[in-house]
Nanobody, 116 residues
């Protein structure tokens, strides 16, 4: 049974930084692409923030380019999201995602709140 566990969320002032972590178990980590998504409010759609393929190729949504960095560590079976220069509009529940050949798994989410 695949499990993804996020950590590192919290309350930060605008301009500050946070580092989210996602520890993965129950799957062959090296096969999976990994992503971070966020949902700003329960009635809004979950949006992709950043992704990193098994090859290491990365992709970012335009609003976070230059501020967020996604990385992965195969030895620790973990994926990270370094978030710098945070803005109030980055406030959301952030979810870790693993995907491979039609399979997809989600973590429970971690709250990030950015105050102005």
């Amino acid at each position: 049974q695949a499990q993804l566990a996020e950590s590192g969320g919290g309350l930060v002032q605008a301009g500050g930084s946070l580092r989210l972590s996602c520890e993965v178990s129950g799957l062959i980590f090296g096969n999976y692409g990994m992503g971070w998504f966020r949902r700003p409010a329960p009635w809004k759609e979950r949006e992709m923030v950043a992704s990193i393929a098994s090859t290491g190729d990365t992709s970012y949504t335009d609003s976070v380019k230059g501020r967020f960095t996604i990385s992965r560590d195969g030895a620790k079976k973990a994926v990270y999201l370094q978030m710098n220069n945070l803005k109030p509009e980055d406030t959301a529940v952030y979810y870790c995602n693993a995907y491979y050949r039609g399979l997809t798994y989600w973590g429970q989410g971690t709250q990030v709140t950015v105050s102005s």
